[in-house]
């Protein structure tokens, strides 16, 4: 990322800001105005990561500030172990922000939410719809993060015979068999959040055509999710006996694994769209490729893109600058050049965006642009959610496959802890 001069907070002043900012909650007005010639800060609570810099929120507001005389937009990290930790805490304690951002609306957070569905800029936004809950929008996004895709490793692939991208997962076992016998790590996997994260993201183009509206029918305990995803997890365990990934990979960091795929370690790498920023940056003597994860045979490929809402933004129901967090959203979400920085910051996307791509993310864009329908990842959003926490719980249970859970145990362990929590 370019560098800068330094403003307010940055480097160390993290620290404080994270924990000195509280005083600035809600503003202080109780008619939901900008406050006048009044203090006029807006506290946004983000997250950060090595993309998502507190200095690359700085100046993204940057331009906002200087068009709203007075304003400052205090920009705050995380306190806890991450942003829906943080905006618990500030709750509890009488002392939330006036914009959340990362988190989409549920039944939990909803309430506390302003409603935004009147609002005629919203509905453009992406994901707007697939996001409503009973018929309201609570959260707009700058863009999607495509989820089911795999990036594989040209030059491997040409060395094991592979002419083409596998469309199906018979095919893609086929693949790894072939990657093995040419000397090449078929799948890279790591610990962290990995593990389970990649296994949803495989399964999402298949079960959205085998499962239609799954979601519902487990919430509604017409089926559970241990039936739904029990084939992929005895698929998966067929890989792991075979070699086709690290039985040690548990041991690798997320980020460690990212930089083993790109140092031409291992032929695929399951993983969002946000990789594509990363793999810009990477200094590597091969090219990188990208396809739609492989459905079941029968099935339509490409299949349903199991998406997310990238950069998603909440304005708290309570707080007192809600014209100003209003027109913050507004400008967030669909001013151009704040929307194009966004994505191409953090690897992400959005239909009709004419921002400058790398040849990589032009084929994510095509993957996106091809894809039937967009379906929900994970925990899900909308009206298609499991419990909070779900994502956890199922990446523990992928991850006792390394340590001996036979698929059906780690199915059954899923489905105790989904039906605890309903």
């Not at 309201?136 to 015979?161: D, H, M, P, R, W």
């Not at 239609?212 to 089926?223: A, C, F, S």
């Not at 994505?343 to 039937?372: H, Y």
Request: neutral net charge; aromatic residues 8%.
């Amino acid at each position: 990322m370019r560098r800068r001069r330094t403003r307010r907070k940055t480097g160390a002043a993290m620290v404080l800001l994270a924990l000195g900012l509280t005083a600035c909650g809600g503003g202080g007005f109780s008619d939901g105005g900008s406050g006048g010639g009044r203090d006029k800060t807006l506290r946004v609570l983000v997250n950060i990561t090595p993309n998502l810099t507190q200095e690359f929120w700085n100046d993204l507001v940057e331009p906002f500030e200087k068009a709203h005389d007075g304003v400052n937009v205090k920009i705050e990290a995380p306190t806890g172990t991450g942003v829906a930790d943080t905006l618990q805490q500030q709750l509890a304690a009488g002392d939330a922000p006036d914009i959340v951002e990362t988190l989409v609306a549920d039944e939990t957070l909803a309430p506390k939410m302003l409603d935004l569905t009147d609002r005629t800029w919203v509905a453009d936004t992406p994901l707007a719809k697939e996001a409503m809950l009973d018929g309201k929008a609570y959260t707009v996004g700058v863009g999607e993060q495509a989820q089911s895709l795999v990036f594989y490793n040209k030059e491997a692939f040409a060395e094991a015979g592979i002419t083409r991208p596998p469309s199906t997962l018979d095919e893609l076992t086929a693949a790894m068999g072939k990657l093995k016998k040419a000397g090449r790590l078929p799948l890279r996997t790591a610990g962290d959040f990995v593990t389970g994260l990649q296994l949803l993201q495989l399964a999402n183009p298949s079960l959205a055509q085998s499962r239609p509206g799954w979601y519902g029918q487990v919430r509604d305990e017409k089926l559970t999710v241990g039936q739904v995803m029990l084939p992929y997890l005895r698929l998966y365990k067929t890989w792991l006996d075979r070699g086709y990934l690290d039985k040690n990979a548990l041991g690798l960091k997320y980020a460690d694994a990212e930089t083993d795929f790109l140092a031409g370690r291992s032929a695929m790498y399951v993983m969002g769209s946000w990789f594509t920023a990363a793999e810009a940056e990477a200094d590597k003597d091969f090219e990188v490729g990208v396809f739609p994860a492989p459905v079941a045979k029968g099935q339509r490929h490409p299949g349903p893109q199991g998406t997310t809402m990238s950069m998603p933004y909440m304005i708290l129901k309570d707080s007192g600058q809600r014209k100003l967090a209003l027109e913050l959203v507004k400008w967030l979400v669909t001013d151009k050049k704040a929307v194009d920085t966004q994505l191409r910051q953090d690897g992400n996307f959005r239909r009709g965006s004419e921002r400058t791509f790398s040849t990589l993310e032009r084929e994510v864009q095509k993957i996106l642009d091809e894809a039937p329908e967009s379906v929900a990842q994970g925990e899900g959003y909308g009206e298609d959610t499991l419990p909070r926490g779900f994502n956890a719980a199922w990446n523990t249970a992928v991850q006792s496959l390394y340590t001996g859970r036979s698929p059906d145990d780690a199915a059954k362990a899923v489905d105790r802890w989904v039906r605890d929590r309903s």
